[in-house]
């Protein structure tokens, strides 16, 4: 007679069934081996702060899908039948789930098509959902009283610009003006015989002269905030953080410029008195009189938008101000001190019969007649603006006007010298929200600083914006070190911009233009677009264009004008290019672009027709990663944006802690699964991310749930089974289910269902989950995980069938159990679930946690347990089990019944029953026919409270020899 003591383990560790050691299970549910036996697995607690109920629920389940730890507490989202965003309040005691202010129901939440996270109290939903129209990111914020639904980005800024003159004055033969006037006389030396200088020497010692008479004109500007010279301006949010975003296009300024080249001439008045020595050469005169006048300008802005105040409501809590900035201001002419290239002008010009010209902002618009004198009865009806003509008094004159400046005018056909400024914003004010808001229609503001922009270049410089005028759409997102990481992204062009951040008001035009921006990447063809009321880049004629004109992507190509006021305008295309001074393209007339325009049809215009239909397309980028600013969800700076791999990113995890066995600076616990690879994200200075090698060629699956991070590795789900990530290594933690070659089944068992059903009489038998079954459940798209951080057990449940395979991670066993999971949500350290559950034939969805006060066992401690093949160390040899007994440990309150069953096979292939007690834990008195192999079943109810558990198997037997003397 032998005897063996068997301990009892978990599922499957070896494949085969003739190598695997006894004790081990092919069946082990609603029981876990904790390290000292099968114990109940624990059941799940309902949340006691929330009633725990999202409402009745039919067919359709509601379920948790984030946890968003806030300022104020945390608040739960959910969904109810209906798929519309919920969140989870409480009030005086009540609690209740009320649907989030605001939320648009058009997005309705489809299993698989949305994603959510957080930043703050910043809530983040990822949608795609299919619909162009609201796919991408959607934001929501908390503010302690409930959510808050923002929209996708803060509207535009819709404020234009003008250059006023305040105070004007009337001069005659110049017009009205704003004077900024200085005077000097100078002298010849007297060893010098003015009549024997050159013109070109008479130039030179005007030159020294006049720009010391330019200098002084300008400081005295600038202590004022006005301007003389061309100069941009751009407006832009300032964020709760202190960050500058919702950038608007550069604007061109273009003060003390003529009507001949819009964009460049200088056209100060230079005046010189009459019959100079200088200019006759009489040696007794050696007097000049000099004077110099500037047009000094105000830069004003007004709202263009009345629903811009109603549009930035959702928005005050995140923008807190508005900023113009400007740049330092662009002189048109040559101040290197080189001499002239031809000599200066003295004799007055003739009358021509040049048209007066209204300054106000990009360009010069033609709005009177030259009647000779400006009457001042005639300009006081527009005062607002400057005229002047050619600057040239009619008839007898007493001074000469000189156009002095011709020979220092820059050549811009030779280099783009405006758009160089485009690189050096400075801040010239700061508005708050409120007063930003407050601005009207109908009133121009001027834009003014105390102490003027005489140190300009130590003002808030403005960084550019990326990707300023696109829409996210991203495939997976998380948050790491607070900041927003999206992957797999889509980007898609905004469909309109405002037109008043690309153009100034243009005072009595009263034109009505459709604008067009079409750009291009990667083959994708789309299209912005505005309408303009008295838009100012017109240049009188709608076939004309504007001197300057910006468009925020650098894969604009074209820009086509529609003038619609008069009915029946002619379309114009004029080319955009990219600029290498702003993250955008631009058109800068008369160097090298197309000034005049065309009405043939582009080819990208045709494109966009033919692949667009009207709609705009997504440009996708499904290997690219982007980071946000820190604090800051709405903006992701171009150093945040990474190129993983040449696959495609399916989801991004994180783990709590560093995955790295060293401490070197820069590992990060997230990482990217692609469908080339798993790869390590480390984090620079910046907070950027740098793709390294992929620490595993492993692919998990492409479904929601799939991928779970816990304390300190990450675990995914593909077609091998259940894999773990830890630093760079990766295993597999299901080898013991994976690729199993059981002989054995329940169906081959003899009276198997008939002995279940005695104990539990309403139990599906089939519905049990067999060791080898795990590949098969893992592969279902129903399959998800959870992370029960207090036992410190992985359950892969599905929320289809109601069971789970769970995995203990200190024992390293596996398991099986009755698992109503509908989601599972991380929320260290613990996990919330929604339940689904059945109360009085009703469906109810309650939110459940992992707990270690829950005394309670699934399914009221039910478990059934059954063997593999035990050999009792001699397999091929016959044996007769005279007695088994199962070990317990039980409290002496135990009462619950317990059943034992015994099969015998020669060759597992036939099993025969040999043998089964009620009620008891011995089996005792056996004899008959021997067998080589033995499984036994066992059916209990254990109590978590008393520390029930299964510990092992004791077995006598003796060995049945053939041809041998007994």
Known sequence: MATKNIQIKGLASVMSDYDCTDGELHIAHNCVNGGGGLQAVRETTALQDIDGYFMESGNDFGELLFIHKTSHGDRYLATDDDHFLFHYVGFHGEYSWEQVDGFPQSLVFDEGKYEISAVGDVLVV??????????????????????????????DIPLEFQMYYDNPKYVSGLGYYYECKATENFDVEDDVDPKKLEDRQKSVILQDALMGLVNSVTADAKEQTKFLNPFFVRVAYRMYD?????????????????????????????????????????????????????????????????????????????????????????????????????????????????????????????????????????????????????????????????????????????????????????????????????????????????????????????????????????????????????????????????????????????????????????????????????????????????????????????????????GGGEKRYFTLKRSDYINGACYLGGNGYDWSGTSAKPDIVRRYEEQQGGKNRLIQQTNYLYTSAADNPFYFPPQGVTAIGSGEVITLETATKAMSEGTAFGTTPLYAFCTDGIWALASGTDGSLIAKQPASREVPFRRKGSVLGIDNSILFLNERGLMQIVGQNTRLLSSDLSGLANSISTERLPRYADIFRMMRPTYKVETILEADEFREFVVDYGTRLAFDYTNYCVYVFNRDNGKAFVYDLTTQMWTTCDCNFVSAVPSYPSTVMTKKTVVDAHYLNMVHEFSLDNTEAVDGGFCFWLTRPMKLGEPDTLKTIRTLMERSINSPEFTGDKEVCLWGSRDMREWHTIKDVWKGVRISGISGTPYKYFVVAGWSRLNVLNGDRISRLDVEYYDKYTDKIR
């Open 242 to 566: 202190g960050s500058l975003m919702g950038m608007g296009n550069p604007v061109l300024m273009l003060p003390n410029t003529d009507i001949v080249q819009p964009y460049g001439s200088f056209a100060p008045t230079t005046t010189l008195s009459a019959n100079p020595a200088m200019m006759s050469g009489m040696k007794g005169d050696r007097t000049t009189f000099a004077s110099i006048i500037y047009r000094a300008m105000n830069l004003q802005m007004r709202n263009m938008d009345t629903s811009w105040q109603q549009n930035m409501e959702q928005w005050k809590e995140v923008v807190q101000g508005v900023c113009v900035f400007v740049t330092p201001q662009i002189l048109p002419f040559a101040t290197e001190g080189k001499e002239l290239e031809q000599t200066a002008y003295y004799a007055p010009k003739a009358t021509t019969g040049s048209p007066n010209v209204l300054i106000q902002g990009t360009f010069a618009w033609a709005i009177l007649p030259d009647t000779g004198e400006h009457s001042e009865t005639a300009s006081a009806k527009n005062t607002n603006g400057l005229y002047y003509g050619d600057f040239i008094t009619r008839g007898e004159h007493t001074n000469h006007y000189v156009d002095f400046w011709r020979g220092f005018r820059r050549d811009v056909s030779r280099e783009d010298w405006y758009l160089q400024a485009l690189q050096d914003f400075r801040l010239l004010k700061e508005y708050s929200l409120d007063e930003a808001l407050a601005m009207q229609t109908d009133t121009w503001t001027d834009v003014k600083r105390d102490g003027g922009i005489t140190a300009l270049d130590t003002f808030e410089h403005l960084t550019d914006q990326y990707n300023a005028r696109t829409i996210y759409v991203a495939q997976t997102m998380q948050t790491y070190n607070n900041r927003l990481n999206i992957g797999n992204v889509a980007k898609r062009e905004i469909d309109t911009f405002p037109i008043g951040q690309f153009s100034c008001y243009a005072y009595g035009v009263g034109l009505q233009t459709d604008v067009k921006v079409y750009s291009e990447e990667n083959g994708i063809v789309n299209m912005s677009s505005a309408s303009a009321r008295d838009w100012g880049p017109m240049y009188g004629d709608y076939r004309a264009f504007p001197a300057f004109f910006c468009y925020q992507n650098p894969n604009a190509k074209v820009v086509e004008i529609l003038e619609t006021s008069t």
């Open 126 to 155: 990822n949608y795609t959902g299919g619909d162009m129209a609201i796919d991408g990111l959607h934001y929501l914020r908390y503010d302690g009283e409930g959510y808050r639904y923002m929209g996708q980005r803060p509207p």
